[in-house]
């Protein structure tokens, strides 16, 4: 079945997310804003728009059966789109754009580590920057002082990231709620200084940190044709190649967190968010699920830490400090906590507002700059923004921008889920390897 | 066990202090002479001193709240800035010496005033609308608070550091009981014993003060008793400022600098206090930090006869160390209830 009533509203919707888009790429490659910021907010009006008409309606624009003809083109447009923009995007986009994109890459996998343990299993930790900074740290050292390629550099840090996370894991069963929070703040506030203690400073670099050198660094190799490089200018080139490696490794993370939070472990952890006794009466060993959780999480920020030495060829101390820790959390508030989605959105947001931020000046806001004020003329915004920004959140859309999104969406369109026939279920409890009825029946 | 850990290291810092010459002779083991173990001691003592009033404003708010106040570092360093520059303008036009008396009432009543106004603000604006929401989200605005503030501060104050001006009688040292101590440290640790005993009786004995313990025993029997619950949280919130203020202000003229960043290390180890001591608990606030100071102090400084390199960066893997195993084996905190872990 298939109902489409009032399409303009639905056309309407599209061509402002289309106009979005445009805008935002426009945004980003221009020095002069001219009157894309215009036409952003007459998107988003127009979004908002399309949203209350279809609530005043009260019924979606565009209803359609699950797995129907329709849904299906619908589906496979969709996708069709959001391929185009991952293929299109680095080739659009300046190499310094194509630079932050990649990092709201690195960000992005360090922030479904982190989505793992304070959005699926309920467990708050700061302490995710430490993490990254042991990814960092150790592809920059094995491949300078131990003569690995950086790849193979994983097959060290992911285990070991694994271990440190179980260890750190471990007060976790006893330090409850904001404890921990605290506990494993502590933990991201001590790493820098640890990192630069003498002796161990002779491997981290110290306070300078350390340098990928020149001739061991990632650079575009043979797959150079066949990405459309040839021609281009060298940092455009080094770029575009990071972006196609770095966009395969959160392509990779992506799919295997959603995988783990949708397998049985992974409902036995947001069980445990949820109600602990309950799971536990349920049979769910929380000491295990918990501890785990925290070594995968690690695993996934320290490979985080890994593309940031790829990207960057190099790691810094003073990098992985608390501020890193804090800006995790809030990419992770931006895109929304305990949705998947979440930390991918939530970084390019944080990475693009935090550019934004750098390129904006007082005066260029207000118009005027208090005399009393010590910053200087040019000088661009402080961090007191990126604070404002965590408390406007946390106000009006606690959420985040993915929860909004869905909003928006389920307004427009809904979809029909198909029912399973009653043998589905059946079969699907008979064919089960752990064939407990609540397993089969909930999910 | 941890308690008795503790005890050992302070007597081991204090047996050093009496037994060793004044002098280290050569072939010494210990490269402190008893006058550094005495010093170590002292300094302790008074970072102590400032830590107890910091972490009691996190101690009273998390008893009634059930919620880490982030950015009550921020409200140290913003009263110690902005009685800076009063404090300048006395020290300019030699106020701070030829009154000193009036020109520290002032000083600190700009102080308290503003540190208070920040606090109340800070709970009015972030914390209020919130209370009942899932504790991440009053978290992420007191992130977001402290990042504000902080940068803030560094917008109008600007990102360097300025010195803070000591008035002159509160410069040299004291001669009690044969120790030289420095009239600062002194200072701040009778003004620190002072405020804690005033806010214990407060809480202990006054209508107020009995109000609060009811709101944090339980806020919605406390309404139905009759009590204000709203004007209970402000007035804790209060005096949460009150104390940083006075301790922003004895900070500031101990170290005789204040930047923006001011209350960020301070502010994460009155934390770490508060937590050790138990939260929730004024005589808990007041012990964390008392060993936490010491241990900032004495830490290092025991184990620089292993072999251990800088041992002096350590201060605070030390102290975040214990804290992890006092919360692995009392998750309450030294003296704080079982109950406190249940959040």
């Known amino acids: ?30 020095e002069k804003a001219g009157f894309w910021p215009f036409l952003a907010i007459l998107a988003i009006a127009g979004l908002a728009g399309a949203t209350l008409t279809a609530q005043r309606a009260g019924e979606p624009v565009l209803i359609v059966n699950e797995g129907s003809r329709a849904h299906r083109t619908w589906q496979t447009a969709g996708w069709g789109i959001f391929a185009f923009f991952v293929v299109a995007t680095p080739y659009l986009l300046d190499s310094f754009r194509v630079q932050q994109v990649n990092k709201s890459m690195y960000f992005a996998v360090a922030v479904l580590g982190v989505n793992l343990i304070i959005g699926y299993s309920g467990l708050i930790s700061l302490g995710h920057g430490a993490f990254m900074g042991v990814g960092a740290f150790l592809s920059v050292i094995l491949v300078e002082d131990y003569g690995f390629k950086l790849w193979q550099t994983l097959f060290v840090i992911i285990p070991l990231a694994f271990v440190i996370g179980l260890i750190v894991g471990i007060p976790a069963l006893r330090i409850k709620g904001l404890y921990l929070a605290l506990v494993t703040f502590a933990l991201s506030y001590a790493f820098p200084t640890l990192l630069k203690i003498e002796g161990i400073d002779k491997r981290t670099g110290g306070d300078l940190g350390r340098n990928i050198s020149l001739d061991k660094q990632v650079q575009p190799g043979r797959l150079k044709g066949l990405l459309g490089l040839n021609g281009l200018d060298a940092p455009a080139q ?60 690690a695993v996934f920020a320290s490979v985080g830490g890994w593309l940031y030495a790829l990207l960057f060829s190099e790691a810094n101390p003073n990098t992985f400090g608390p501020l890193l820790a804090i800006s995790l959390l809030l990419a992770l508030v931006l895109g929304g906590v305990y949705t998947l989605q979440g930390a991918l959105v939530g970084s390019l947001l944080y990475v693009f507002l935090d550019d934004l931020r750098t390129r904006v000046t007082l005066t260029s806001v207000a118009g005027w700059r208090p005399s009393f ?42 979809v029909i889920p198909t029912i399973p026939t009653a043998d589905v279920v059946a079969s699907a409890a008979v064919d089960s390897p752990m064939s407990e009825p609540e397993v089969a029946t909930t999910h | 066990m941890i308690l008795a850990g503790l005890v050992v290291l302070v007597v081991v810092a204090a047996i050093k202090t009496f037994t060793l010459p004044a002098e280290a002779g050569p072939g010494e083991l210990s490269r402190y002479t008893a006058d550094t173990w005495r010093s170590f001691i002292i300094g302790g003592l008074s970072e102590g001193a400032v830590l107890a009033l910091i972490a009691l404003g996190y101690s009273l708010v998390y008893g009634i709240l059930r919620m880490i106040n982030f950015a009550h570092g921020e409200v140290f360093m913003m009263g110690a800035f902005a009685s800076y520059f009063v404090a300048d303008r006395f020290s300019d036009n030699d106020f701070l010496s030829s009154s000193p008396a009036i020109a520290m009432i002032v ?71 044969s120790f030289d101590i420095a009239r600062i440290d002194l200072v701040m640790i009778v003004v620190s014993i002072v405020l804690v005993a005033i806010l214990d009786y407060f809480v202990s004995s006054t209508r107020t003060g009995r109000s609060m313990r009811a709101v944090a025993l339980d806020a919605d029997i406390a309404k139905l008793m009759g009590i204000d619950v709203d004007r209970v949280i402000v007035t804790t919130f209060a005096i949460g400022g009150v104390l ?72 605070d893997a030390i102290t975040f160390l214990v804290l992890v195993f006092v919360l692995l084996y009392r998750p309450g905190g030294l003296l704080g209830s079982a109950a406190a872990e249940k959040l």
């Open chain 1, 1 to 30: 079945m298939i109902k489409l009533q009032r399409p303009w509203i639905l056309g309407l919707g599209a061509a402002s997310l289309v106009a979005l888009g445009l805008s935002i790429i426009h945004l980003l490659n221009k």
């Open chain 1, 238 to 297: 080094e770029q575009i190649y990071k972006y196609w490696l770095m966009a395969l490794v959160t392509g990779i993370s992506f799919l295997l967190v959603r995988n783990i939070i949708k397998s049985r472990a992974g409902r036995a952890v947001i069980a445990i968010k949820e109600n602990q006794i309950g799971a536990a009466v349920s049979g769910v060993p929380l000491t295990t699920y918990k501890v785990i959780t925290f070594g995968i999480s």
């Open chain 1, 373 to 414: 004020f010590q910053i200087a003329e040019g000088s661009p915004l402080t961090q007191a923004v990126l604070g404002l920004v965590l408390i406007l959140i946390a106000f009006f859309a606690p959420g985040g921008v993915v929860f909004i999104a869905r909003k928006v969406r389920a307004s427009l369109i809904r």
């Open chain 2, 107 to 177: 000083i600190l009543a700009v102080a308290i005033g503003v540190s208070v106004l920040v606090a109340i603000l800070l709970e009015r604006v972030c914390y209020r609308p919130l209370r009942n929401a899932p504790r991440l989200v009053p978290l992420i605005t007191a992130i977001g608070a402290s990042l504000f503030l902080q940068n803030t501060a560094r917008g109008f104050f600007g990102p360097q550091a300025r010195g803070y001006p000591q008035p002159d009688f509160l410069d040299g040292s004291w001669n009690l009981l």
């Open chain 2, 244 to 315: 940083a203020g006075v301790a922003g202000v004895m900070f500031a003229m101990r170290f005789e600098q204040i930047s923006f960043t001011t209350g960020f290390r301070p502010g994460i180890a009155a934390f770490t206090a508060a937590v050790l001591g138990g939260i929730g608990s004024i005589r808990g606030a007041a012990l964390g930090a008392l060993l936490v100071g010491l241990l900032r102090s004495l830490g290092p400084a025991l184990l620089v006869g292993f072999n251990i390199p800088s041992v002096f960066q350590l201060e």
